[in-house]
């Protein structure tokens, strides 16, 4: 028997090797083998299996890695699209579906020693003070760790040995499972009457679960507080009647305790009990490695988890939800470059799933595809328990900076709302999508900027720890006494701009009782920070959240009642065509997190651009009105979703030789692509950031609708392009950040 394997190194071929006797029965499609490479033994995935090959002396596997296969056969078939249509060697897309943890060659179990009673053979001994008291200790639970043993009789594994040498007790080596909530207590939860919209969207999911073969997308639009979490536990309770299970996506920013305890409290009993395992980036490698083999062994029939949830090996599969579909996260901003949601959809499709995309904000892309009838869309368009919308306020910031001769950070009317809630033992959440103290160091004589060395952008300022740090490279330096221009040495250099620090020292300084807390990237550094500062909201020993887009995704605090947003137009004027869907999504989400108690909400929304349509739209929490105005501008200049966009890259420390190599790709690609009639090509031109990390970079963008066929011409022409060494080409299929 021969045996296809697919190489942990990006060749983009398969290689033959022979089954040897003594493993032939382990080897399936999908198995992980160590095989000989040269002089390397490199480890590999099989990707088929056939009775001869056309080459002759083959080489052996050496050995089979784990005891079940690791890819399932779909998930291969899936790893193969994403291949293709993201235009990435198909060894990049293999690696990416398992995680790290289960690649590895050793198996990660974690073993750890356990004291059990053994059943008494005639008379008990009589036995010394310290090994009876350890004895006691053990009847009573039967089965202990010997580490928790050692700990409550404070004593050595010598003494227990002892009872081990008298036949008393077995001290065995066994599998310990890490679980990352095993701390948590979970009470568990019933389901909700669901109101006639809820009862309506539902409805029409499980008809679509409980029809046979049918390829369903459904677009669940229900405004922020509507109740979709109660229809997503509903539709993986009926997963579950169907001896079916389930994955669900959530964006790794909302993976929060929170979020993870509804799906937990509701299968943790009952006739539908089943683990609910957890995959995201803050989990340990242990945690990871035995989440995995939970939903492999088939114990966990429900997955939650960020954008590399989707390869979860759960079989059978019969739903997909994919919560806040809108979110830039589903995107992998490395090779391979796919879209979690539109993988989620592909997937539903090969495994004849049911996917349900949910968000208050749809992407154009989603809404596009009801409007032509390739997703169907269920709307909620009310809150649960008549609970009012939000009041939002647009404050015109040209007036307050006028009054104040200078940028305040707070107009007077927001500072009167925080008061007011102070006043009535009301929370507050404040949010700046930007972190550090203030966005730049200038010196108001010359106008130096401190810039990053690596990098074509300002140094933000960090007071607390008193260092500048590049946000794209990670460059920190110290903060300079003086001008460090040589002529002008002035000793009054200052920040400029606004970050979430600024915001919270103000904030004291205006509220020196108020109970404060930030969240954002330099505070949330260890796993279980998160938990801790969400904790303490929850329990009101916080009056203000400060926040970057960290707090403004489904997150549920009924004693919030005050949003405001410091700066709305900080996106707005990006070099992105997406600049105003994704202002108008962010105010929007930050805006439903007010008022979801009984106290009505209030949302200020501080702007330089107050009438901006973005910014009025979501003022009115009018998604459709947006909708109709954007697609029109869309539709003109032929942009996404209305056409599909391949982002070309290239990137090096050589300027000249990289706009030289950009001029030589765009010949090739109008040489090659004349069959595509509607592809528009636009560049060579700098990147919107032109150096990152040390890198200039070049980009060539081409849009057309014919996305797959784009993709196997891309992928031909640049396995033929010659590049310098030291130029590296990237391909971003349906590109979310145009950086």
């Keep these: 028997m021969i045996a296809r394997v697919s190489l942990e190194i990006a060749l983009r071929k398969e290689f033959d090797y022979l089954i040897p006797s003594e493993l032939v029965g382990q080897i399936e499609v999908g ?119 050692l700990e409550l009789a404070e004593t050595t594994a010598a003494t227990v040995r002892k009872l081990e040498d008298r036949g008393l007790v077995e001290i065995t080596s066994e599998i310990s499972e890490r679980d990352p909530y095993a701390r948590e207590h979970i009470l568990p939860s019933q389901s909700i009457v669901l109101n006639p919209a809820q009862a309506k969207a539902l409805g029409e999911i499980t008809r679509a679960m409980n029809t046979e073969n049918s390829l369903h997308t459904f677009l669940l639009h229900g405004v922020t507080g509507s109740g979709k979490t ?261 000793p009054a250099i200052r920040f400029s701009g606004t970050g979430t620090q600024r915001v919270e020292e103000t904030l004291a300084k205006l509220f020196p009782k108020a109970r404060i807390k930030r969240m954002d990237a330099d505070t949330m550094k260890r796993k279980d920070d998160y938990r801790h500062v969400l904790g303490d909201f929850r329990a009101g020993k916080t009056d203000i959240l400060v926040g970057t887009q960290m707090i403004a995704k489904g997150l549920h605090f009924p004693n919030v009642t005050l949003v405001g947003i410091i700066y709305a137009d900080l996106a707005l004027h990006q070099p992105d065509f997406r600049a105003g869907e994704r202002t108008f999504q962010l105010l929007t989400q930050v805006a439903g997190r007010a008022g979801r108690g009984d106290v009505e909400g209030e949302v200020f929304v501080q702007a330089f651009a107050p009438f901006h349509p973005a910014i009025q739209y979501a003022r009115r929490h009018d998604f459709n009105g947006f909708y109709e105005q954007e697609i029109e501008f869309r539709e003109q200049l032929k942009y996404p979703p209305v056409s599909r966009v391949a982002l070309l890259t290239l990137k090096g420390r050589n300027e000249e030789k990289i706009k030289f190599s950009a001029e030589h790709l765009k010949r090739e690609l109008e040489k090659n692509l004349k069959e595509l009639k509607d592809l528009i090509l636009a560049g060579p031109a700098p990147a919107p950031l032109l150096r990152a990390e040390t890198f200039y970079r070049y980009q060539i963008m081409l849009r057309t609708r014919a996305m797959s066929a784009l993709s196997r011409e891309l992928a031909r022409i640049i396995q033929s392009l010659a590049l310098p060494e030291d130029v590296m080409l990237s391909v971003d299929v349906d590109p979310v950040n145009l950086g």
């Design 31 to 149: 198995s992980r083998v160590q095989v000989p490479f040269g002089a390397r033994k490199i480890l590999g995935t099989v990707t088929a299996l056939a009775e001869e090959s056309a080459r002759a002396k083959l080489k052996s596997i050496l050995k089979v890695i784990g005891a079940q296969t690791l890819v399932t056969p779909k998930v291969l078939k899936l790893a193969r699209w994403i291949s293709e249509y993201y235009c990435c060697a198909p060894e990049i897309a293999l690696k990416s579906v398992l995680p790290e943890a289960i690649r590895k060659e050793k198996d990660g179990w974690k073993k750890q020693l356990f004291v059990r009673a053994l059943p008494l053979n005639g008379e008990f001994p009589k036995l010394p003070k310290r090994q009876q008291d350890i004895w006691n200790i053990i009847e009573e639970r039967r089965e202990i760790l010997l580490a928790e043993l």
């Design 230 to 490: 109660e229809i997503y536990l509903q539709a993986l309770t009926r997963a579950l009647e169907q001896s079916k299970g389930a994955i669900v996506l959530v964006p790794e920013i909302a993976l929060t305790p929170q979020t993870v305890e509804r799906f937990k409290a509701r299968f943790s009993s009952g006739k539908l009990q089943t683990l609910v395992a957890v995959l995201h980036s803050h989990l340990s490698a242990g945690e990871r490695h035995d989440e995995w083999h939970k939903i492999r062994q088939g114990r966990a029939r429900i997955v939650i988890g960020a954008r590399s949830a989707i390869f979860a090996p759960v079989e059978p599969l019969g739903l997909i939800i994919v919560d806040e579909e809108h979110e830039s996260t589903y995107k992998q901003e490395e090779a391979p470059r796919y879209h979690a949601r539109d993988v989620a959809i592909m997937r539903g499709q090969m495994e004849n799933a049911v996917v349900v995309l949910g968000s208050a904000t749809p992407s154009l892309e989603s809404f596009y595809n009801c409007k032509r009838g390739k997703f169907t869309l269920l709307e909620l368009p009310e809150r649960v328990d008549d609970q009012k919308m939000p009041h939002v306020r647009v404050v015109d910031m040209r007036q307050a900076a006028h009054k104040e001769k200078g940028t305040p950070i707070f107009s007077p009317q927001l500072k009167e709302a925080i008061t007011q809630r102070l006043e009535r033992g009301e929370q507050t959440i404040l949010f700046l999508n930007r972190r550090g103290y203030s966005t730049s160091l200038q010196c108001p004589k010359c106008g130096y900027v401190c810039n990053c060395p690596n990098c074509s952008l300002a140094l933000t300022f960090h007071r607390q720890e008193q260092k500048l740090a590049c946000h794209i490279c990670g460059h920190v330096e110290k903060v300079p006494l003086v001008c460090p221009n040589g002529k002008c040495k002035n």
